[in-house]
């Protein structure tokens, strides 16, 4: 289990050290669009996890691994369409396809798996889509 991340929340405004993987998911579980809409974790210089949102159930999640080489993928629920949503982050709304912004009820389980291992993995019905930067 991996219990050495770091984690910043806008709900507590700063970042904290050697915080274990399930303290994480529970900052996640309680995004809520108001006062908690953001948590960034990191693990050492490997990979990072934000989750952002929560205002009507709905939240952005990304993944960037750094090592070998930088790749950065936004969780999504496969749809292709024009559609845009809001969320908002840090007290600000930003818009992104509506096909970003998942469920939190299925993000959570999901994001429980990632910060237990580490690895981005195949979730079942969602998808990760790799984002050129």
Known sequence: MLNDWRMYTDGSGTEQKHVAWHEVLKEIAQLNGENRTLVHAAYGDHVDLVVAGGNNGKVLVQWKEHEPGEQHFVLTNGEQNAVMAS???????????????????????????????CDKGEPANLQWLPIEM
């Open 87 to 117: 969320l908002v982050i840090e007290g600000s709304e930003a818009v992104f396809p509506l096909s970003w912004c998942v469920p939190l009820e299925q993000a959570v389980p999901l994001c429980g798996d990632v910060l237990r291992t």
